[in-house]
């Protein structure tokens, strides 16, 4: 059933974590789910490309299924799905673009893509609501490290 809640879909495949999310009015999370792949690459030292993109086709579906029980909401529920597009493992990537895309086919919402580490300054958002630009931000994560002045919420 539809309510006056804005609420978003975000889907993370990066790296080696499948991850979703539902959010209401882009600051509320609703659900959190993660499955992690740290076990599976554990033993070769590092993440391996082909291995985590298998693994994030086995995990994607289960994984939003999972964050839309958590939140109480269906797919009808959703006006927008937002996805990770980069930077990261390409193969890893393709997997939680497409899902993304099909929920956003197959509902006729809005998708929209989000870079990686825009995502991580704009999480802050969400855990210290009070927050707003300008500000600066570091962003350490994986091989990308940046100082990022926040002038507005979109630049």
Known sequence: ?????????????????????????GRDVLSDVVSSQIEIHEKYGGVVPEIASRHHLTAVN????????K????????DLVGVTCGPGLVGSLV???????AIAMAKDIPLVGVNHMYGHVSSNFIQYKELEPPF???????????????ESYTS
């Open 1 to 25: 059933m539809k309510d006056n809640r804005f609420i978003t879909l975000a889907i993370e495949s990066s790296c080696d974590e499948t991850a979703a999310a539902v959010l209401s009015g």
């Open 62 to 69: 289960s994984v939003i299924d999972e964050a839309l029980n």
């Open 71 to 78: 939140a109480g909401v269906t797919l009808d529920d959703i």
């Open 95 to 101: 997997i939680g673009i497409a899902a993304a895309k």
């Open 136 to 150: 600066l931000s570091l962003i350490v994560s994986g091989g990308y490290t940046s100082v990022v002045h926040m």
